[in-house]
């Protein structure tokens, strides 16, 4: 590994920007990271994955949004980081945990093309509806069908945590000119203390559903994994759903398993981009 080495990878289309704590020569706060993650003054992403140490688990990892905010959760990011991992030798095991956040998580490399990660899977904790926990200002103990107003339009809004916070609506009709409209809005709602993350999900089967996102400190993105993980806790708990289902996105699917005691497993590809070193000129202004 060299000074300011990065790695960029997508995970269906929602793409990061891998760093090493150990090698970047540079502060990255949130001027760096707002700047780095611009498609313009930077190298252009949905976020930042930053390997740090961890004395809990095999690695540790922090996770930040393009507006400069951490996110303790990320469900790509976690596919993404874990393929970093072992593409770039931080480890020869196929299994390994990483430290978030938003807890301790479990990451399994399912098959590997051409020696490298494709498909991984992660244990991403469990789903967690009470409210303070998620946290969503509300008058009862869980979130789930309760009707907001925004603006001029009226919503019916299921709340849950899986490790970052998530408000779930389910539509009879996709709309993205609606989901960036009214993302926008409900992501800054009084109602959520720490903002929150955004999708719009339509049930198309028992076992598959069709989602739109709006990412808190992101915006619109073609996939999440967590918004994934999110709407499938939704779908079981309101009994829409079989509890192994699909998730469907603009960049693509996620297979998503929920067990009885509310864990939750998330199945996926990830997919390198490029790599190289971030240039003197960018991160001298960050020193
Ligand atoms: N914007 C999210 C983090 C990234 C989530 C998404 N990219 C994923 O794959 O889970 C948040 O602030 O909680």
Avoid at 158 to 187: M, Q, R
Avoid at 229 to 258: E, N
Wanted: proline residues 2%; aromatic residues 8%.
């Amino acid at each position: 590994m060299e000074t300011n080495f990065f790695a960029k990878f997508h995970g269906l289309g929602n793409d990061y920007i891998c760093l090493d704590e150990e090698w970047i020569d540079f502060n990255l706060d949130r001027e760096a990271i707002k700047t780095i993650c611009d498609v313009h003054y930077g190298i252009g992403s949905d976020g930042i994955l930053l390997k740090t140490y961890s004395s809990k688990a095999d690695f540790g990892l922090r996770i930040f949004n393009p507006d400069g905010s951490e996110a303790e959760k990320s469900g790509n990011g976690l596919r993404i980081f874990s393929k970093f991992l072992y593409d770039y030798g931080y480890t020869m095991k196929r299994e390994f945990t990483i430290e978030t956040k938003g807890g301790i998580v479990k990451a399994r490399i399912e098959e590997l093309t051409n020696g490298r990660a494709s498909v991984i899977t992660v244990d991403m904790g469990k789903a967690v509806f009470t409210a303070n926990e998620i946290p969503v200002l509300c008058d009862t103990e869980e979130c789930i069908g309760k009707k907001i107003k925004v603006d001029d339009r009226e919503f019916e809004i299921n709340c849950v945590s899986v490790g970052n916070p998530h408000c779930v609506i389910i539509v009879d009709e996709l709309d993205e000119n609606i989901v960036k409209k009214y993302g926008a809005k409900i992501e800054h709602l009084d109602i959520f203390p720490n903002r929150v993350n955004v999708q719009f999900v339509k049930v198309l089967s028992p076992d598959l559903v069709e989602i739109r996102i709006w990412e808190r400190g992101a915006g619109y993105t073609l996939a999440s994994g967590s918004s994934s993980c999110a709407v499938a806790s939704v779908m079981v708990k309101k009994g829409l759903t079989d509890r192994d289902l699909t998730i469907k996105m603009p960049g693509g699917t996620l297979r998503i398993q929920i067990d009885e005691n509310w864990n939750i497993r998330m199945t996926g590809e990830a997919q390198e981009i490029c790599s190289g070193h971030l240039s003197p000129e960018l991160t001298e202004q960050f020193i």
